[in-house]
């Protein structure tokens, strides 16, 4: 596609992630409108139009598309079949409807990655508690839900016996714990022209209790034969979901030197928000860039960066206050993102903090400070 | 003042300026309201407000104003008489109203280094063309009017007694034509605690015809005396005109290595968009912790970058076509910014791209290839 920036973009989810992609959007003229259930999501303001309606509701995605160009997503749980027939229809959605209904099922993405011969740990399917507890000898493990997990929802870890009570009670599956050593993430784009590019590895480090990703180092300390695999590993699975836009995949780095796929998700990334900062071109940016199908960007690092999730402090609900702001902002190399939301709840995502420094030990002091001086209260 | 982004902001000009300070305003969940003249402004879509109507009209600036409670401006040209009675009703204006009302006027700027010992170059004060035309002792000059100039209007160079006839017929004055070595610029920010922060000089280079910043380069090429030079004379500036906000401050670097202030803006300007990916903190960035109190961000150069204007094609009127711009695109460290503007004018600020190098050789050929590849027609 030529470069034109009178395209009328359709965007299913207006959270944080369709707020930055909006951020980056306005360099390029571009119009983009959003649909979102809540009247107050973080793009409201800033998109072209925002339409409140239900995003897995087939008539409203339908009314949505009926005047767009290209449509995307910013979450993955969206109504697919209405996002085909919009296809059909001669619209551009990209990534494609086929793409997301695999990914939004955590099995069948499994399952993909069996067929397709791309690692990923050992897993027997399930369709409900009673199958799931009958897997003793497959202990410990952890069960996810085939459906409606996210944000650590869906997942739980199963250590022993007694823990099977907890057990989910739908369909899903057990998977082998890993015995990891890091998680990582790649972020890849792709357009349709099959131009790929992937962003260097990052490294998560995951809140002990609430299994989101609190903070993560970019790039990732690892040996270049680990970071050669995993940007192939992560250019492998793009190209065999044959997908269009930008895919973040998660990964186990075992114990052993073994890089395993854990899940990916076809969007812009928690795993990629420090390249607004730390790299030339940002995740919001390329991911326009791989749909628009123009040429992707540079994803060279710039300076090593981390990102810390602002989460809402536990035992608060109301009007949010950020505590500590001026402290964290007086330091050098902090950059602030704030998605919009007026009301906090106990580790609501209300922003995250980028965190950039040429020297990994100070950058690790710089995250410490962050995390131990902003907190965010009602 | 607390980080508190609770601030109603009220933004006098709704153009690229305003446009690039709120991008950064999204990150804090700054509310920016916006009142510009024309219904078509850069800001209209992405502002939380935007109010249609003047901004040199008494009433219209004090309506606007009326539930503000913080007040700042991207254009000089703004009724400063309704500033003034606004901040007498206890509202913060940065930069103060006086400040705006001392700049707007280019003969009192130069009377002003004058009477604070700040280096400018030689000038005689003229009331109209009869005026100039006495001033034969003094060619080769520049006649610039005191007031209605903007982006290389209302000044003109009178090189010879033949030239005298364009004279301008209004009051200004005529100011020694400087033999410089180069033109440079320093941004300097300054909060209501007094804090200063300067960014690193950067080099202008101004189209020969249209005395428009064509590109720049930042950091300059200059020694570091010059340098140290430039960045103290910023910070004298800003504090003699107890200013608090932003200021870019153009000097000429003369042969003889002397620094003469040329003019300065009290707002975000031309001279720092290549801040935005150049440098740690960008100038909207800056400009916003410095209206609101907050701490200064850190302004050092992440890499060398190079602005260039993105201008209408001479010839060319109508709706705006970008071509050559995948091909800009596709180089490493290109960054695009479109101002929102759908139609193109001979000569008209459509965008600006931001070219980022490690290389200062690599950076001009890259500069290069975009200033001869890039036409916007129509």
Redesign the interface.
Same mark, same amino acid.
């Given at each position: 596609m030529?470069?034109d920036?009178n395209v009328k973009i359709g965007v299913l989810g207006g959270g944080q992630l369709g707020?930055m992609m909006i951020?980056s959007a306005? #360099?390029? @003229?571009l119009d983009v409108h959003v649909l979102d259930p809540d009247p107050n999501a973080p793009c409201k @303001?800033?998109s072209?139009s925002f339409t409140n309606g239900s995003l897995t509701d087939f008539d409203t995605v339908m009314a949505f598309g009926a005047d767009k160009e290209l449509l995307t997503i910013e979450i993955e749980n969206v109504n697919t079949e209405a996002l085909k027939e919009l296809q059909k229809q001669g619209k551009k959605v990209f990534p494609q409807p086929e793409v997301i209904e695999l990914i939004q099922n955590k099995l069948h993405q499994k399952q993909f990655y069996a067929k397709h011969g791309i690692p990923t740990a050992p897993f027997h399917e399930v369709a409900n508690a009673e199958e799931v507890k009958a897997k003793k000898d497959f202990l410990p493990f952890v069960n996810k839900l085939a459906t409606g997990g996210y944000d650590g929802r869906g997942v739980q870890a199963i250590r022993n016996e007694e823990a099977m009570d907890k057990a989910f009670d739908a369909p899903g599956f057990v998977e082998e714990m890993v015995d990891f050593e890091k998680e990582l993430a790649v972020i890849v784009a792709r357009n349709e022209a099959g131009e790929m590019k992937t962003f260097p590895t990052v490294e998560m480090v995951f809140h002990p209790e609430h299994n989101l990703v609190e903070y993560l180092f970019s790039p990732a300390e690892i040996n270049s034969g680990i970071e050669e695999q995993a940007q192939k590993l992560a250019k492998e699975v793009i190209e065999k979901l044959d997908m269009v836009g930008l895919l973040a995949i998660e990964m186990f780095l075992t114990k052993e030197g073994k890089l395993l796929v854990n899940e990916v998700a076809p969007r812009t990334h928690n795993s990629g928000h420090q390249t607004i900062e730390g790299n030339?071109t940002s995740q919001f940016e390329q991911h326009l860039?791989a749909i628009l199908n /123009?040429?992707l960007? #540079?994803t060279?690092t $710039? /300076?090593p960066s981390a990102m810390v999730n602002v989460l809402g402090e536990d035992g608060f609900t109301g009007d949010a206050k950020?505590e500590g702001?001026?402290e964290v902002?007086?330091k050098?190399?902090v950059?602030?993102? $704030?998605?919009?939301k007026k009301l906090t709840k106990p580790f609501r995502k209300m922003g995250h903090i980028t965190v950039?420094d040429q020297d990994m030990n100070e950058l690790r002091e710089k995250v410490n400070f962050v995390k131990s001086t902003l907190k965010v209260k009602a």
């Open positions: 030529a470069f920036s707020r951020q306005i #360099d390029f @003229n @303001n800033i072209t030339v860039r /123009w040429p960007g #540079d060279t $710039l /300076w950020y702001m001026s902002i007086a050098s190399g950059h602030v993102h $704030l998605y919009g950039s």
